[in-house]
């Protein structure tokens, strides 16, 4: 079947399947493969988009359901929060292995667009559920943090 998407400012037509996770589009068909596949049920975050600005798990989105909708992924990110959460990631070393990180990076942007000077409590409840194997969550929040500084100046 044929689908037309809006993925990070441009128009593709996809063909694929119905019910085709919409994490396989965007790596197997779009070649972009900054959204990670991670568990495969919506439980670690790794594959999270924008889906109409609000942040979702690709791998447990359709590609027959969003027909209309703006996509975004990490490779399309440019908001304020964006380059906010970006310049904090870079200031305080969060990462270190790098595998969830641009799931947690779609995360917090989505969390400083809804509330741009989250709580500590805050930002672990938005959080939860972006998993990280290698335990970086004080980072994280840490980065979280400092992002939410760099947009106040």
Same mark, same amino acid.
């Given at each position: 079947?044929?689908?037309?998407?809006?993925l #990070?400012?441009?128009?593709?037509?996809?063909?694929?399947?119905?019910?085709?996770?919409?994490?396989?589009?965007?790596?197997?068909?779009?070649?972009?493969?900054?959204?990670?596949?991670? &568990?495969?049920?919506?439980? &670690?975050?790794? &594959?999270?988009?924008h889906?109409?600005?609000?942040?979702?798990?690709? &791998?447990?989105?359709? =590609?027959? +359901?969003?027909?209309?909708s703006?996509?975004?992924? =990490?490779?399309?990110?440019?908001?304020?929060?964006? !380059?906010?959460?970006?310049?904090?990631?870079?200031?305080? +070393?969060?990462?270190?292995?790098?595998?969830?990180?641009?799931?947690?990076?779609?995360? %917090?942007?989505?969390?400083?667009?809804? #509330?741009? !000077?989250?709580?500590?409590?805050?930002? +672990?409840?938005?959080?939860?559920g #972006? %998993?990280?194997?290698?335990?970086?969550?004080?980072?994280?929040?840490?980065?979280?943090?400092? %992002?939410?500084?760099?947009?106040? %100046?």
């Amino acid at each position: 079947m044929q689908y037309s998407l809006q993925l #990070n400012g441009q128009t593709h037509s996809i063909e694929a399947e119905p019910g085709t996770p919409l994490l396989w589009v965007i790596r197997d068909e779009l070649k972009l493969t900054g959204t990670k596949f991670g &568990c495969g049920v919506a439980s &670690c975050g790794a &594959c999270t988009v924008h889906l109409d600005g609000e942040p979702v798990r690709s &791998c447990q989105t359709f =590609i027959d +359901d969003i027909e209309g909708s703006e996509i975004t992924t =990490i490779e399309g990110l440019e908001s304020p929060e964006a !380059k906010a959460v970006q310049q904090a990631w870079v200031e305080l +070393d969060v990462v270190q292995c790098g595998y969830c990180q641009s799931g947690q990076v779609m995360s %917090a942007v989505g969390l400083l667009k809804e #509330n741009p !000077k989250p709580s500590a409590e805050e930002i +672990d409840d938005y959080m939860w559920g #972006n %998993a990280c194997r290698c335990a970086t969550y004080q980072r994280i929040r840490a980065g979280i943090q400092r %992002a939410s500084e760099i947009m106040e %100046a």
